[in-house]
């Protein structure tokens, strides 16, 4: 079992950054691959960002490639998203994922254990 907590959304002008953080349960953390995914309104949930157990090895959505970093702090059972460059159709909720294995991962079914998710949106 798994839970995950999100939080750091809110408002922002595009061009603003945000830091989302997802809190985790357990003391094996370090062991397994961390993702962030997003939904729009009216849009299926897409892949954003993931990040292997040893946080050495990171894919990325080619729509925030150059402008999202999803890192990791095995020390304090959190992984985070940093957001830079805000667009207005980064608007979305955001949730983090657990996948039961090392390697990073962009299929959302490879991964176990979701948050609820945390707002972000950006106005134009």
């Known amino acids: 079992q798994v839970q995950l907590v999100e939080s750091g959304g809110g408002l922002v002008q595009a061009g603003g950054s945000l830091r989302l953080s997802c809190a985790a349960s357990?003391?094996?953390?370090?062991?397994?691959?961390m993702g962030w995914f997003r939904q729009a309104p009216g849009k299926e949930r897409e892949f954003v960002a993931s990040?292997?157990?040893?946080?050495?090895?990171?894919q990325y959505a080619d729509s925030v490639k150059d402008r999202f970093t999803i890192s990791r702090d095995d020390a304090k059972n959190t992984v985070y998203l940093q957001m830079n460059s805000l667009k207005p159709e980064d608007t979305a909720v955001y949730y983090c994922?657990?996948?039961?294995?090392?390697?990073?991962?962009?299929?959302?079914?490879?991964?176990?254990?979701w948050g609820q998710g945390t707002q972000v949106t950006v106005s134009s």
């Open positions: 990040i292997n157990w040893l946080g050495d090895s990171t």
């Open positions: 994922a657990r996948r039961l294995r090392a390697a990073a991962s962009n299929r959302m079914t490879e991964y176990d254990g």
């Open positions: 357990g003391r094996t953390f370090s062991n397994y691959a």
